[in-house]
């Protein structure tokens, strides 16, 4: 399918993202500015936005179908769109994020009874709880994937799944054979804005012995 002017600026955006989160890596507080300034100037106002919620309406229906209840952790939680997705009855809801702004939106909007939202960063995240599910919004190719896949395997209750969402650019489809090679995939699917001018790939499985 040829490419349209708005998918090729989204691509070509998310790379650099990528690009400047690795090269910041190392700096705690360059990192946390750059995040900060990207929620403030664009994230605030496109998340919550109609075209943006089909992913999350797949990654909540996985969760409600597969896992009978528990803790859900969502790493890059953001504005905690998934919190208000998930079946409030059978799940408890932990969102991480690094940026204010983001949280800040989540609390104000989304803030209640089994939801918290925690900033911070997922490679230091120390919980004292166990999940029955952990889930990776777009996050993945920001991190040392497979390091993070290990480290939240410790966190699971089995039988626990894992769920990733990848944004269909360079980086994020290099992702996926990674995550076919650790996980035992339950469901993968492939998800169009109404606009069809973004694509995601959403996996969800359990972390294979091999990989833990």
Not at 32 to 41: V, Y
Not at 129 to 140: I, K
Not at 148 to 167: D, E, G, Y
Request: aromatic fraction near 8%; charge should be neutral.
């Amino acid at each position: 399918m040829k490419r349209t002017d708005r998918q090729r600026e989204a691509i070509t955006e998310t790379s650099w993202e990528v690009r400047e989160a690795k090269r910041l890596a190392g700096d705690s507080q360059g990192l946390d500015d750059f995040w900060e300034k990207r929620w403030i100037d664009d994230y605030s106002f496109i998340l919550d936005e109609l075209p943006e919620f089909g992913r999350h309406g797949v990654i909540a229906e996985l969760i409600n179908r597969v896992v009978v209840r528990g803790k859900v952790l969502d790493v890059g939680c953001g504005t905690g769109i998934l919190a208000e997705l998930i079946d409030q009855e059978r799940f408890l809801y932990t969102g991480i994020d690094v940026s204010r702004t983001a949280l800040a939106i989540a609390n104000r909007k989304r803030g209640r009874k089994g939801v918290t939202f925690v900033r911070g960063r997922i490679e230091e995240f120390s919980p004292q709880d166990q999940f029955s599910a952990v889930v990776f919004g777009e996050v993945l190719y920001y991190l040392e994937a497979a390091k993070v896949l290990r480290q939240v395997n410790s966190w699971l209750t089995p039988p626990a799944m894992i769920v990733a969402s990848v944004f269909s650019f360079p980086e994020g489809d290099a992702l996926l054979p990674l995550l076919h090679q650790d996980l035992d995939i339950i469901c993968e699917a492939s998800v169009c804005n109404s606009l069809k001018s973004h694509k995601w790939s959403v996996c969800a499985g359990v972390l294979k012995a091999g990989a833990r």
